[in-house]
């Protein structure tokens, strides 16, 4: 007999820690199912449902920040020195409470370089980077807590306010061509529905404890920069290519064209049965262009 879903509602807290871009749509949508929600920065109170929470100076939530604390969301990205800040100061508060879920939001950068290959869940984690090293041991650290913990694995993370229409607009861009490289990505809505659509049919479906949340379609930036400057309606700059442009680039931004890999969402969408709402970039941009105002993209370049 299939198990009945489980209903979000007024009975579940969920503390997000760090609402950034990805805590902060997740926090705008949970909240419309009834869930309290209360979400941390590392200097601001927004509002009477946010709270500090600062590993850089050691500033950690008041015990009663933790009081009913049903569900956790972690957007919080390892520290300086390479530790998970929420591990390392509240694990043991942690441990204490009775979670039915933790997620964690982790990096599609753990897998590596394939060279253009897809990589999967079941795949070996190969990082390259320092950071893709540290975000490992964060994971496994988190394994490790024995907390009923959900490992995300993201690519990069687009959506309103944050996509290729505010680069351009910004002159942040530079249009670079290196031949055969890929990057994956993910709207930042397809995060919050997918978790929350693992969430409320947690008793229907096989848990996994790492899965990736990733579109359908990993393309060339070159392909994503055309589709917006012709949805602006503005003519794209010549492509400079890699070789010649990586000199100018910052140590981050080169690290990132060292990879190139396809990141697979099947476990997600087809084993578990999510259906994505922007399957690839041409539908989630437009989504963040009708959210923007077209004139803002007026006369900018
Ligand atoms: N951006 C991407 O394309 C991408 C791709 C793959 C994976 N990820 C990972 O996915 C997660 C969410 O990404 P995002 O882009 O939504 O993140 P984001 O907007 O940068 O938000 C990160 C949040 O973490 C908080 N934070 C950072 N360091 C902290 C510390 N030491 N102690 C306490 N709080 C701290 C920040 O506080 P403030 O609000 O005060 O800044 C912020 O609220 C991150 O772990 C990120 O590394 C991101």
């Known amino acids: 007999m299939k198990k009945p879903a489980t209903l979000l509602g007024e009975k579940n807290k969920f503390l997000i820690l760090g609402c950034g871009f990805s805590g902060s749509f997740f926090a705008?949508?949970?909240?419309k199912f009834g869930c309290t929600v209360l979400t941390s920065s590392r200097s601001k109170v927004r509002d009477p449902n946010s709270f500090v929470f600062n590993s850089e100076n050691g500033i950690i939530p008041d015990a009663k920040i933790f009081d009913g604390v049903t569900h956790i969301l972690s957007c919080i990205p390892p520290d300086k020195t390479g530790n998970d800040p929420v591990l390392e100061n509240l694990q043991s508060k942690l441990q204490d409470l009775p979670l039915e879920?933790?997620?964690?939001?982790?990096?599609?950068?753990?897998?590596?370089?394939?060279?253009?290959?897809w990589v999967s869940e079941i795949d070996q984690p190969n990082p390259f980077q320092k950071?893709?090293?540290n975000r490992l041991n964060c994971e496994k650290k988190w394994i490790e807590s024995g907390l009923p913990v959900q490992i995300f694995r993201l690519p990069g993370i687009y959506g309103p306010g944050r996509s290729t229409f505010e680069a351009i607009k910004n002159k942040k861009i530079r249009v670079i061509s290196k031949?055969?490289?890929?990057?994956?990505?993910?709207?930042?809505?397809?995060?919050?529905?997918a978790i929350?659509?693992?969430l409320q049919n947690k008793n229907s479906l096989k848990f996994y404890q790492i899965?990736?949340?990733?579109?359908?379609?990993?393309?060339?930036?070159?392909?994503?920069?055309?589709?917006?400057?012709?949805?602006?309606g503005l003519t794209m700059p010549k492509p400079i290519l890699f070789e010649d442009a990586k000199k100018e680039l910052s140590p981050i931004a080169q690290s990132f064209w060292m990879e190139n890999r396809r990141v697979s969402n099947r476990l997600l969408c087809e084993t578990l049965g999510y259906k994505l709402i922007f399957k690839n970039y041409k539908i989630g941009l437009k989504d963040c262009y009708s959210n923007s105002q077209k004139n803002k993209f007026k006369n900018f370049l």
Not at 184 to 189: C, D, E, K, N, T
Not at 222 to 231: F, G, K, T, W
């Open 101 to 117: 879920w933790i997620g964690y939001l982790s990096t599609t950068g753990v897998y590596g370089n394939t060279k253009g290959g």
């Open 211 to 232: 899965i990736n949340i990733a579109d359908d379609e990993p393309c060339s930036q070159i392909e994503v920069m055309q589709y917006c400057y012709d949805l602006i």
């Open 131 to 133: 950071r893709s090293h």
């Open 179 to 193: 031949k055969n490289q890929v990057f994956s990505r993910v709207h930042v809505a397809d995060i919050t529905n």
């Open 196 to 198: 929350i659509y693992l």
């Open 28 to 31: 705008k949508t949970i909240k």
